[in-house]
């Protein structure tokens, strides 16, 4: 096909082929710019339920004028071979820029993926479903523009369909419960797709994850996905859960639309611009089975609430909300006052409680007493041992001294001499 001539459009090289047909690079001879052939397979051209969906992608496209929507620029049909001309996207699909560079930061996540919602949006606006949302069909320009590719299944709401009854059409592991039921799909089933292509774009891997079809779709019907921040930390709470509320399995539950899903992204991140406590959001939950149960009850609930649904702004303030008085020990403020002669001299500052005593400072017997109760009962055996010899010196010493000078006094000296005569001798 290199070098063959489509109208004005000469094919240069190919580019991809998919299940419908092939894309080939060209270039418009008129206007010398570049443009994508979309070729459908000479062996589908002969069936015309097929052509008809291939012309039905090319009516879809002629619609939409956006610039995050690749552009359509002819339908052409050549002998038996049918060509889609289209805007040539110069760039590469997010399922390679994920695959080369695993998962992206949040900023610059949230900007790309609002791009696509800006685009589905769009569309959604004009009835047109895409139905095959996934990073293979986000084309990510040189210039940063998100463009959304590949309408081939998508469907023009309030049309018949092309399918039939009960077959699936889109992806697996990105379809939404409803797409793998084959039942009637409408644009909450592309917000199920980008919300696991967001999933993606932050935690480098889907929801969903299995080498089964079967066990695939049991997963997208059954089962809860593991939230994003179990495998990225670096994702804001309010995105999270924005991420979780797309992917909720009744549409009624999801946003309703592209434009909601964005506006609630925009916040969230606006929000994080300034110094922010990641534990409080401002996304508000669609009505559940739990109803107002989020409100503090005065009375036990009648059913049990599952404690993971309590919003952790009202958990917060179980937590720092003052407890209610408890009976116990005497009031602090009459502490300070038997402590302290002037408590008004204490000052604390205004951002903070005066500060509690210590435990063992919760008394009401007299200081004087407590500090005998402490002393005496530091003193043990050796102590009293101590002190009674001390008291028997002080006793004895004296005592002996006093006995010993009475004894002095009443002895005679023992150098007197003898009386002398002084009578002459007869």
Request: charged share 20%; aromatic share 6%; proline share 8%.
């Amino acid at each position: 096909m290199i070098g063959y001539v489509v109208g004005n459009y000469k094919i240069t090289e190919k580019i991809g082929e998919g299940g419908m047909g092939a894309v080939f690079k060209g270039i418009d001879m008129m206007l010398e710019r570049e443009v994508a052939i979309k070729m459908l397979r000479p062996e589908l051209a002969s069936q015309p339920q097929v052509v008809e969906r291939f012309r039905s992608e090319a009516v879809t496209l002629a619609k939409l004028n956006h610039p995050n929507i690749a552009t359509l620029f002819s339908f052409l049909r050549q002998g038996e071979d049918f060509f889609m001309v289209m805007e040539y996207v110069r760039g590469e699909t997010l399922d390679s820029v994920i695959r080369k560079h695993g998962a992206m930061s949040i900023e610059r996540a949230i900007a790309m993926f609002c791009q696509a919602l800006e685009g589905i949006e769009h569309a959604h606006r004009l009835d047109i479903i895409h139905r095959d949302i996934k990073p293979a069909n986000m084309m990510l320009t040189d210039t940063g523009t998100i463009k959304v590719m590949d309408f081939g299944i998508a469907r023009v709401l309030g049309t018949s369909r092309l399918t039939r009854q009960g077959s699936i059409v889109g992806t697996i592991e990105y379809m939404s419960p409803e797409q793998v039921r084959g039942e009637e799909s409408d644009a909450r089933s592309d917000i199920y797709s980008l919300g696991i292509l967001l999933y993606e774009m932050l935690t480098g891997r889907v929801p969903f994850q299995s080498d089964s079809e079967f066990a695939l779709m049991k997963s997208q019907i059954e089962d809860a996905p593991t939230p994003p921040r179990s495998f990225a930390m670096h994702i804001p709470l309010v995105v999270e859960q924005a991420i979780m509320r797309a992917l909720a399995k009744k549409p009624d539950a999801r946003y309703q639309t592209a434009g909601e899903f964005r506006g609630v992204l925009l916040q969230g991140i606006g929000a994080l611009s300034g110094p922010v406590d990641h534990t409080k959001s401002t996304y508000a939950a669609p009505s559940t089975r739990l109803g107002d149960a989020y409100a503090a009850p005065s009375t036990m609930p009648d059913a049990p609430v599952d404690a993971r649904y309590v919003p952790p702004a009202h958990l917060k303030e179980t937590v720092i909300s003052p407890a209610a008085p408890q009976p116990g020990p005497q009031p602090v403020g009459q502490l300070k006052e038997t402590r302290l002669t002037d408590p008004a001299q204490v000052q604390y500052p205004a951002s903070q409680q005066a500060p509690y005593p210590p435990p063992h400072q919760y008394t009401t017997a007299p200081v004087n007493q407590q500090q005998q109760t402490s002393l005496l009962s530091k003193l043990n055996w050796k102590h009293y041992a101590g002190a009674a010899v001390v008291l028997l010196a002080l006793i004895t010493v004296p005592l002996a001294l006093i006995a010993s000078r009475s004894n002095q006094a009443a002895a005679p000296p023992a150098d007197t001499p003898a009386a002398t005569q002084s009578e002459p001798a007869a």
